[in-house]
């Protein structure tokens, strides 16, 4: 109802449409005009995720390392081999640690599937961080790509979380108590933690607070392993892959690869 | 929004479109809202399938004195020691970040394998990053002359509680 506002009554939608943090999501406003509607169409980002052209920096090593792309490429990797092994692992008790065995020693290349998915994953948080060195020594998170850096740490966090999530699954005691001493952390988060601040004056209790609903009880037992190949497995990476086509089509938007200093 | 005082000329108040577009709007948030709650209760089992946390460990006289017993650790993740005056039951969860300690009876301390907390035999920290000590839980005898643990009743040394009732069970006899 924009033509019933008064103007006094506006300015709090104007602050935040103006605000630095607005302008850097949305760059300008959007004209709901015939050509615009067919734009829309033909600049989706599932039509253009691989961009029609890119400059002659863009494909120097020396300039980008392709910390980003080969990130990328571990990304595929694990979702790969991932699925692989889905084929033989079972998230529960009694089954879990056996069938990691069972890929281990008695599957032809299973111990290749769960190493290469291992390993994909470690170089992944390693590539990433190389990436975000290089983005920041190359001053590419400044205007106008701000908001992609902001995609990009969100991203990395959820790759970290996707390897803690993946911690637990083979269900060995390092796994188990890796996880009792990171959701141990998860007690004293402010407000929604049962040990953290102002915690226990909102009601949260080890029975119903933020580590409860990690673990699906007030132990790592297996509504936990169920809970963590659930997040591992479908959740994170669904949010991780629309992160990314976001991150990757922002990077052509935002002017392409930053050029060099 | 609008203000419905000054209606009359039709400029300021409300179409149909938009007192419709505002319902539809708020059904949406609303509908997004329940689900959202209903996902978060959801997460949030009203039965957990976990040990109880009362149980009965026998008699005084299954326990000997001057021993930390280590029989309900397994099961239960206590502790029993025995003094010669009585009784208590130490949490076996590390205080610095949740692991259980082990009771390493020639050095006469129970030292944590994950970041090397230790503590003595009364559960006091002495060396490594626990920030306290150990936890006792509420030890008393049952009807029955049998001792009754319950890990959901806690003692901590650093607010005083080792002195509360149920923290320690006095015991001399051998009965």
């Not at chain 1, 108590?177 to 141990?184: D, F, P, R, S």
Request: net charge positive; hydrophobic share 45%; aromatic share 12%.
């Amino acid at each position: 109802m924009p033509d019933l506002q008064k103007p006094a009554k506006q300015s709090l939608a104007d602050r935040i449409a103006t605000s630095a943090v607005w302008r850097s999501v949305f760059r300008h406003g959007y004209a709901d005009t015939p050509r615009n509607r067919v734009l829309q169409v033909s600049a989706n980002v599932w039509l253009h995720l691989h961009p029609s052209k890119v400059r002659r920096h863009g494909i120097r090593y020396r300039h980008t390392w392709c910390a980003g792309g080969l990130t990328f490429l571990l990304y595929l990797v694990t979702v790969v081999t991932g699925v692989i092994l889905m084929f033989y692992y079972r998230p529960t008790q009694e089954f879990a640690y056996y069938d990691i065995k069972y890929l281990d020693f008695d599957i032809p290349f299973g111990i290749l599937m769960r190493n290469m998915h291992r390993w994909a994953a470690h170089g992944m948080i390693i590539f990433i961080w190389l990436h975000m060195f290089r983005v920041f020594m190359t001053g590419s998170y400044k205007p106008p790509r701000e908001f992609n850096w902001v995609v990009g740490v969100n991203l990395l966090v959820l790759t970290m979380l996707m390897s803690f999530t993946g911690y637990l699954l083979p269900w060995d005691q390092l796994a188990i108590w890796a996880v009792t001493v990171g959701t141990n952390m998860a007690r004293a988060t402010p407000l929604i933690g049962h040990e953290g601040p102002f915690g226990p004056e909102l009601g949260m209790s080890p029975r119903y607070d933020i580590r409860a609903l990690l673990l699906g009880g007030s132990i790592v037992g297996p509504p936990a392993l169920m809970r963590f190949y659930v997040l591992h497995c479908i959740a994170i990476p669904i949010v991780v892959s629309i992160l990314m086509i976001l991150h990757f089509w922002r990077v052509r938007k935002d002017g392409g690869i930053s050029g060099p200093l | 929004m609008a203000d419905l005082q000054e209606g009359g000329s039709g400029e300021n108040i409300w179409s149909r479109r938009n007192v419709l577009g505002l319902g539809g709007w708020l059904g949406i948030i609303g509908a997004l809202n329940a689900g959202g709650a209903a996902l978060v209760a959801m997460l949030f089992p009203r039965v957990l399938f976990e040990p109880p946390t009362a149980f009965k460990v026998g008699p005084p006289s299954t326990f000997n004195v001057g021993e930390v017993s280590e029989r309900f650790m397994k099961d239960y993740r206590v502790w029993i020691v025995r003094e010669d005056s009585g009784f208590y039951a130490l949490s076996g969860i590390c205080t610095h970040l949740g692991c259980t300690p082990r009771w390493l009876g020639p050095e006469n301390k129970f030292k944590c394998p994950c970041h090397g907390s230790g503590f003595r035999r009364d559960g006091t920290n002495f060396e490594g990053p626990a920030p306290r000590p150990l936890e006792r839980v509420k030890i008393v005898r049952a009807d029955d002359g049998q001792i009754l643990i319950d890990k959901a009743v806690k003692f901590r040394k650093e607010l005083g509680e080792w002195t509360k009732p149920g923290s320690y069970l006095k015991f001399s006899g051998n009965a």
